[in-house]
């Protein structure tokens, strides 16, 4: 009866069990041992051991197996070594953890060894490896981030505290076109400060899926020079081609934000010659921001276009947020459209298209 009930706990057991004689050969395996190995127990019985452990391991094994028989420890855990390795039928290798205890018994005795397939635990610790390596890139990416927001806020706002100071204290000692000039100024800084903000609120919302916009006929070029009017005057700037009325699906307000966050980011990388071109192809409306700047390596092509994602910082420059390639893309994907990059006979080419509206 007791051979009966030790049978079935044998059987029974969570873990591969393998159970030898001294002279290393198996003698028994529960049906664990055969899953987990991958050998029927006729044909694995009476083989040495070492056919369960890879080639390379085997005479260290074998080593460690004749110093647990002769020695006088009576069990033994065998973990975290990178020579715990086994091999099934197939040929396959899987990482495992080893129990060792012996068996004494009238003809001698035997070694049970127990086998723990350790292969979904080691996966599982890859996960958390790879996890815990992602949260780092986003505290780091978190740093940056709010190292980029200060910096970015902190410019306009400087100069929109420094010039209302100066208008409160000494407006009357300062000429009238000054005053207009720094009158100008103010307005120019509070914009930015805002369409700052506005790119903040847009990623957030666009983040958590609750962006909202209408869909009307847009008039693109009429959007452009809305956008090329708000950023006021300060020498050249970017000029608007010549060319024909299109009139696309979307929401004014969120075109007019791709065409802003296009147009500064041309002005902010790009070479000093910047226009926009307005027309229609195949594919719908399109509207082209074109500079003669370096352009962009291939390889972050695409990364531009990620959440705080930025091509190479340029000398004398302070990195940007990183933001406006990801919402306008984002805005014109949402709208029907499309925001793509090329680089064409040395020029950069960033193309927003959007369906063109019916009545357009």
Same mark, same amino acid.
């Given at each position: 009866?007791?051979?009966?009930?030790?049978?079935?706990?044998?059987? #029974?057991?969570?873990?591969?069990?393998?159970?030898?004689?001294?002279?290393?050969?198996?003698?028994?395996?529960?049906?664990?041992?055969?899953?987990?190995?991958?050998?029927?127990?006729e044909?694995?019985?009476?083989?040495?051991?070492?056919?369960?452990?890879?080639?390379?391991?085997?005479p260290?094994h074998?080593?460690?197996?004749?110093?647990?028989?002769?020695?006088?420890?009576?069990?033994?855990?065998?973990?975290n070594?990178?020579?715990?390795?086994?091999?099934?039928?197939?040929g396959?290798?899987?990482?495992?953890?080893?129990?060792?205890a012996?068996?004494?018994?009238?003809?001698?005795?035997?070694v049970a060894?127990?086998?723990?397939?350790?292969?979904?635990?080691?996966?599982?610790?890859?996960?958390?490896?790879?996890?815990?390596?992602?949260?780092?890139?986003?505290?780091?990416?978190?740093?940056?981030?709010?190292?980029s927001?200060s910096?970015?806020?902190?410019?306009?706002?400087?100069?929109?505290?420094?010039?209302?100071?100066?208008?409160?204290?000494?407006?009357?000692?300062?000429?009238?076109?000054?005053?207009?000039?720094?009158?100008?100024?103010?307005?120019?800084?509070?914009?930015d400060?805002?369409?700052?903000?506005?790119?903040?609120?847009? #990623?957030?919302k666009?983040?958590?899926?609750?962006?909202?916009?209408?869909?009307?006929?847009?008039?693109?070029?009429?959007?452009?020079?809305?956008?090329?009017?708000?950023l006021?005057?300060?020498?050249?700037?970017?000029?608007?081609?010549? !060319?024909?009325?299109?009139?696309?699906?979307?929401?004014?307000?969120?075109?007019?934000?791709?065409?802003r966050?296009?147009?500064?980011?041309a002005?902010?990388?790009? %070479?000093?010659?910047?226009?926009?071109?307005?027309?229609?192809?195949?594919e %719908?409306?399109?509207?082209?921001?074109?500079?003669d700047?370096?352009?962009i390596?291939?390889?972050?092509?695409?990364?531009?276009?990620?959440?705080?994602?930025?091509?190479?910082?340029?000398?004398?420059?302070?990195?940007?947020l990183?933001? !406006?390639?990801?919402?306008s893309?984002?805005?014109?994907?949402?709208?029907?459209?499309?925001l793509?990059?090329?680089?064409?006979?040395g020029?950069?080419i960033?193309e927003l298209?959007?369906?063109? #509206?019916?009545?357009?």
């Amino acid at each position: 009866m007791l051979e009966a009930e030790f049978r079935a706990l044998f059987e #029974a057991a969570g873990d591969a069990i393998v159970v030898c004689d001294e002279g290393q050969r198996i003698v028994l395996v529960n049906e664990k041992a055969e899953e987990v190995f991958g050998w029927p127990a006729e044909e694995i019985i009476g083989a040495e051991l070492q056919a369960l452990v890879p080639s390379r391991f085997r005479p260290r094994h074998q080593s460690h197996c004749r110093d647990f028989i002769g020695g006088d420890v009576s069990r033994k855990l065998m973990s975290n070594r990178p020579e715990l390795v086994g091999l099934r039928k197939s040929g396959n290798e899987f990482p495992v953890e080893i129990t060792l205890a012996k068996v004494p018994t009238e003809t001698g005795t035997l070694v049970a060894s127990i086998v723990r397939d350790t292969t979904e635990r080691h996966r599982m610790e890859q996960v958390l490896r790879e996890r815990q390596a992602e949260l780092e890139e986003l505290v780091e990416s978190k740093d940056q981030l709010i190292a980029s927001i200060s910096h970015e806020i902190r410019t306009p706002l400087t100069s929109i505290v420094g010039f209302a100071k100066l208008l409160h204290d000494s407006a009357s000692e300062i000429p009238e076109s000054e005053r207009s000039e720094m009158v100008e100024m103010l307005i120019q800084q509070s914009g930015d400060l805002t369409n700052i903000v506005e790119d903040l609120l847009t #990623a957030a919302k666009a983040d958590l899926g609750r962006l909202e916009f209408s869909r009307v006929p847009v008039d693109l070029r009429a959007q452009a020079s809305q956008v090329l009017e708000s950023l006021g005057p300060g020498g050249p700037g970017p000029v608007l081609a010549a !060319g024909e009325t299109v009139r696309c699906q979307g929401d004014p307000a969120r075109v007019r934000q791709i065409i802003r966050n296009l147009v500064v980011n041309a002005l902010r990388y790009g %070479g000093p010659n910047v226009r926009i071109e307005v027309g229609r192809s195949p594919e %719908g409306g399109y509207l082209l921001v074109v500079d003669d700047g370096p352009g962009i390596p291939e390889q972050d092509r695409e990364k531009v276009f990620e959440a705080y994602g930025r091509g190479p910082d340029l000398e004398g420059l302070a990195p940007s947020l990183g933001l !406006g390639l990801y919402i306008s893309r984002s805005l014109a994907r949402l709208m029907g459209g499309e925001l793509t990059y090329r680089y064409e006979g040395g020029e950069s080419i960033f193309e927003l298209t959007l369906p063109i #509206a019916e009545s357009g």
